[in-house]
């Protein structure tokens, strides 16, 4: 509800009562956790999926033939509301400054693989970043970022990969072919202070000084203090420097 009220712009208790009508009509779904503390999650009901096919915004093809939301389990509804909580800061945030998000992209669309040989041996990982976006502040200013969502479920040694498989994946250059662009940036949020310093500090041994740079960290609460408003302040670490910075080169 918070997401709807802030990208909308319209009073609570009328978005409530129209979301009840469209959940009535099965054109919004909502899944409800155990826990009453926590966020629902909307998302498009069979009427909608429908509605969107007959107007021409999505094809036939891609209707479902029933809905699976109420299958999925807490673990990737939790992971999918914190995309959704950065997805929706940077749409607001946009709304307040210069910087504009003119890109974003999530799901198995954006996952690739790297191969590279260390050690004499071949290894290949995958590139399945969260999200993909992109900010723009005029011709020419265009910056892009992978986003990884990170929840504290990650041992060190698999987020480790995940940085390899970044570092080699740039310097490969596979990002023009596959996400259109020169380059982009790594950026990950976490749930906690400690968490985004400890994967930080990991980055420093990872990470080529040559890189590091382009390897941010924060939190969620940072991210979305404020109104979002912070978006584009310096609330990031990186591996290169212990300072915290901005998100975007130009700031």
Not at 155 to 174: I, M, S, V
Request: with cysteine; net charge positive; glycine share 4%.
């Amino acid at each position: 509800m918070d997401h709807l009220t802030g990208l909308t712009g319209r009073h609570r208790q009328a978005l409530n009562l129209r979301l009840n009508q469209l959940i009535a009509q099965k054109y919004i779904y909502r899944f409800k956790f155990p826990n009453p503390n926590q966020k629902h999650i909307y998302s498009l009901g069979t009427h909608g999926f429908r509605h969107l096919a007959y107007t021409g915004l999505i094809a036939f093809d891609d209707v479902p033939s029933r809905l699976r939301t109420s299958e999925l389990k807490p673990f990737f509804l939790e992971h999918t509301l914190l995309v959704t909580d950065i997805h929706a800061a940077l749409m607001l945030a946009s709304r307040n400054t210069q910087n504009r998000l003119v890109e974003w992209q999530e799901g198995k669309i954006l996952y690739d693989s790297v191969t590279f040989y260390e050690d004499n041996r071949k290894i290949r990982l995958p590139v399945c970043p969260d999200g993909f976006f992109s900010i723009e502040r005029g011709p020419g200013t265009r910056v892009s970022f992978a986003l990884e969502a990170d929840r504290n479920t990650t041992t060190h040694r698999t987020f480790n990969d995940k940085l390899r498989a970044y570092c080699h994946y740039l310097e490969q250059g596979h990002q023009q072919q596959m996400y259109g662009v020169k380059w982009f940036r790594l950026l990950t949020v976490t749930l906690t202070e400690a968490r985004a310093e400890n994967l930080a500090n990991l980055s420093t041994v990872t990470v080529p000084e040559r890189l590091r740079k382009y390897f941010l960290f924060t939190t969620r609460d940072r991210f979305l203090s404020d109104g979002s408003n912070r978006v584009y302040t310096d609330i990031y670490r990186t591996a290169k420097n212990p300072k915290l910075v901005s998100l975007l080169p130009w700031a």
